[in-house]
C-alpha cells in the first residue's frame, strides 16, 4: 500500500496511525517518536518522512532524507549532562 511506510516491521498499530494521517490529508505539523531505545522510533520517522515527501518530491529529496540532511530533517537529541552542571543550572548555564 505504502512504499516506506511497508518498510516499518513489527509495529503495525503506528503503520495504522500514520497510514490514517496519511489518508486523511490532517497531517500536523510536528510529531513526537517516544519509547524505549531499539524500537524503531527514528526509522518510524524517517519511513514516515519519506511517504510524505514522495507523492510530489523527486527521489533526490528521499535521500537527502536518508541522510539526514537540512531542511527535510530537524533532528533533536538531549545532551549529556555537563560536568559541572546540576538541575538549579540555567540554560546559558548549561552552555558552558
Same mark, same amino acid.
Given at each position: 500500500?505504502?512504499?516506506?511506510?511497508? @518498510?516499518?516491521?513489527? @509495529?503495525?498499530?503506528?503503520?495504522? $496511525?500514520? &497510514?490514517?494521517? $496519511?489518508? &486523511?490529508?490532517?497531517?500536523?505539523?510536528?510529531? $513526537?517518536?517516544?519509547? @524505549?531505545?531499539?524500537?524503531?522510533?527514528?526509522?518510524?520517522?524517517?519511513?514516515? &518522512?519519506?511517504?510524505?515527501?514522495?507523492?510530489?518530491?523527486?527521489?533526490?529529496?528521499?535521500?537527502?532524507?536518508?541522510? $539526514?540532511?537540512?531542511?527535510?530533517?530537524?533532528?533533536?537529541?538531549?545532551?549529556?549532562?555537563?560536568?559541572?552542571?546540576?538541575?538549579? &543550572?540555567?540554560?546559558?548555564?548549561?552552555?558552558?
Amino acid at each position: 500500500m505504502y512504499k516506506y511506510l511497508d @518498510q516499518i516491521v513489527g @509495529q503495525p498499530k503506528v503503520v495504522r $496511525l500514520l &497510514s490514517n494521517f $496519511l489518508n &486523511s490529508d490532517k497531517i500536523p505539523h510536528a510529531f $513526537l517518536f517516544s519509547g @524505549q531505545d531499539g524500537l524503531g522510533k527514528e526509522h518510524a520517522a524517517l519511513c514516515f &518522512s519519506k511517504e510524505l515527501n514522495s507523492t510530489h518530491n523527486s527521489e533526490d529529496v528521499i535521500n537527502q532524507i536518508s541522510n $539526514l540532511a537540512e531542511p527535510f530533517v530537524k533532528y533533536i537529541f538531549p545532551l549529556p549532562r555537563g560536568k559541572n552542571e546540576d538541575n538549579e &543550572s540555567s540554560p546559558y548555564e548549561k552552555l558552558n
